[in-house]
């Protein structure tokens, strides 16, 4: 008899550079805490980033920038990361890289501005009528199907809504029917019908039923308070990039040219600044009325210098726009050409005109201490035992060559304990597969004694 285990479908989170970043880790003062959060060390660049949060928090940082300087693997991305963190989902955040605005299909200036955008929120307050409620009867009524045939369609549906101030019993259009099958409704589901549009949310199950036995891991809900038909303020997060594209696609009609056509059209195109005038001025009509309120987000431009000189004029203009987000600007350069104006030789690789805008946070390298805490950190998150022997020999390394080198050598050490029957890593591993790879710095030394040998 043959057994086999079946394994789970579910997806496993994938661990990434940067998953062990949770938050700045600042105290209730805006003091960083030395180890919190995910984030080692870097104390000063942590409390200036701790400030920009506060200032975009409070709506006075818009259309300001904020360049991260640093060697590699100091901490600029994951601090960026964490900034992300601190402001929560609500606010936009637009990570991309220098190299990005070079595209055969698109202008630069066009990927610039459609990340512009996506990094800006709106937050649309609708107030809408809705009947609201648990559902204690659903009822489709079947007539005959006026094209012919021996099918029936449903001619109307009768839903009784329950809250805990009362019951109502209404009848709704077939359309409506159509909408509760897809949402999967059931009677004993707490749901919401939108009078205007006919849109139906199911909210969960009413937590009535929560003693039930159910295979499904089902979301249990109160009943709803108050009156089953009320006005409910709806809010709805929107970037601007989302209103461009919304509006810049042409909406073709269902026959199968109109498809063929959006299908084969899957090449990106440039929204017009016309449109985007027109949004804005929408827009600025929905603020002015209350209607809605501008979220500044953050922009976080990784590899800074690898942009050119067209791109910084246009940057200037971008970032003193009316509408314009909060740009976070990274590199690792220190006095370097800018790229498209090879005579002019600057800091950072910036023009001299954009450094005047920036303020500017510095990163440091790590010391061996704090090596020590984020590789101890890194094998948490990616699930390793390791002994402190070879945490201090995997710092040595870090200290030697990169911490990013380090912090790459444990899955390859684990792999070997797991091999040498072990399930912590050992010195002994770490000392194996640092005989097995090479950092940076050893292999351009082989490399260049080779050359020195072959000019001899």
């Not at 200036?109 to 809408?128: C, P, Q």
């Not at 040595?396 to 399930?423: D, E, W």
């Amino acid at each position: 008899m043959k057994i086999e285990e079946v394994k789970s479908t579910v997806k496993t989170q994938r661990i990434s550079s940067h998953s062990h970043i949770k938050g700045l880790g600042l105290d209730e003062n805006g003091i960083p805490i030395q180890a919190a959060a995910g984030l080692v060390g870097q104390e000063n660049a942590r409390e200036a980033a701790g400030i920009i949060v506060e200032m975009i928090k409070s709506k006075k940082m818009a259309g300001r920038a904020v360049l991260m300087a640093g060697p590699p693997g100091t901490g600029k991305t994951a601090i960026a990361l964490a900034m992300a963190q601190e402001l929560g989902n609500k606010v936009p955040f637009c990570p991309m890289v220098g190299s990005e605005v070079f595209s055969s299909e698109i202008k630069k200036t066009e990927v610039l501005m459609e990340n512009f955008r996506r990094a800006i929120g709106l937050r649309i307050k609708e107030t809408k009528e809705v009947y609201e409620g648990e559902v204690t009867e659903l009822t489709p009524f079947e007539t005959e199907n006026p094209m012919g045939g021996l099918g029936k369609t449903v001619s109307h549906v009768v839903i009784s809504l329950k809250t805990a101030k009362g019951t109502k019993q209404l009848k709704l259009d077939p359309s409506i029917h159509e909408s509760l099958v897809k949402e999967k409704v059931e009677v004993g589901d707490v749901i919401y019908i939108e009078a205007n549009s006919g849109a139906v949310k199911r909210q969960g199950r009413s937590d009535t039923y929560a003693t039930e036995f159910d295979l499904e891991a089902e979301e249990y809900v109160p009943l709803p308070k108050g009156d089953v038909h009320k006005k409910k303020e709806v809010i709805q997060d929107v970037t601007l990039h989302d209103l461009d594209v919304a509006n810049a696609r042409p909406q073709g009609g269902q026959d199968i040219l109109s498809m063929m056509g959006q299908l084969i059209k899957s090449k990106k195109t440039e929204i017009t600044d016309k449109l985007r005038v027109e949004i804005n001025k929408v827009v600025n009509r929905y603020i002015d009325q209350g209607f809605a309120e501008l979220v500044p987000g953050v922009l976080f431009i990784d590899e800074v210098h690898m942009l050119d000189i067209e791109t910084f004029t246009y940057l200037h203009q971008a970032l003193e726009s009316a509408i314009a987000p909060i740009v976070v600007f990274a590199t690792n350069r220190g006095r370097c050409a800018v790229r498209g104006a090879s005579d002019i030789i600057s800091p950072h690789g910036l023009p001299l005109d954009l450094l005047d805008r920036l303020l500017i946070v510095r990163t440091s390298p790590y010391n061996v201490n704090e090596m020590s805490q984020i590789i101890k950190l890194r094998a948490q998150t990616e699930g390793h035992n390791i002994d402190s022997e070879a945490l201090t020999e995997l710092s040595k390394i870090g200290s030697r060559s990169t911490l990013r080198y380090a912090v790459q050598l444990l899955t390859p050490a684990a792999l070997a304990a797991n091999v040498n029957g072990r399930s912590t890593i050992t010195k002994e591993d770490i000392q194996e597969v640092g005989e097995l790879f090479l950092d940076a710095k050893s292999s351009s030394k082989i490399l260049s004694d080779q050359a020195a040998k072959f000019m001899k």
